[in-house]
């Protein structure tokens, strides 16, 4: 199973990217779906989940009102809207899966980052 992600790039202040991610493989059901991000020098953090299997969402205090994540089940990929971006919003952006790839075994999955900078 491969994450693919995509979308990222150089933004000025108060616009918008939407972020990709491609789940590939052998996919039994995909029951986890998330995005993180990391800043220089900080800890990675949550963005923006879904809480079940595509159910309610869950946001990040910091980008509430202004990202929304969605996911296109036929395609198996995850969107990240982002509107309104602030230059603290700059970070590597991660995609997340909990992937089931047989009846019986589950796995957790990462992409491999994309950048996102946001200028002033």
């Known amino acids: 199973v491969q994450l693919v992600e995509s979308g990222g790039g150089l933004v000025q202040a108060g616009g918008s990217l939407r972020l990709s991610c491609a789940a590939s493989?052998?996919?039994?059901?995909?029951?986890?779906m998330g995005w993180y991000r990391q800043a220089p020098g900080k800890q990675r953090e949550l963005v923006a989940t879904?809480?079940?299997?595509?159910?309610?969402?869950n946001y990040a205090d910091s980008v509430k009102g202004r990202f929304t994540i969605s996911r296109d089940n036929a395609k198996n990929t995850m969107y990240l809207q982002m509107n309104g971006l602030k230059p603290e919003d700059t970070a590597v952006y991660y995609c997340?899966?909990?992937?089931?790839?047989?009846?019986?075994?589950?796995?957790?999955?990462w992409g491999q980052g994309t950048q996102v900078t946001v200028s002033s």
């Open positions: 997340n899966e909990g992937i089931q790839v047989s009846a019986n075994y589950e796995y957790n999955y």
């Open positions: 493989g052998s996919i039994f059901s995909i029951n986890a």
């Open positions: 879904f809480t079940s299997r595509g159910g309610s969402t």
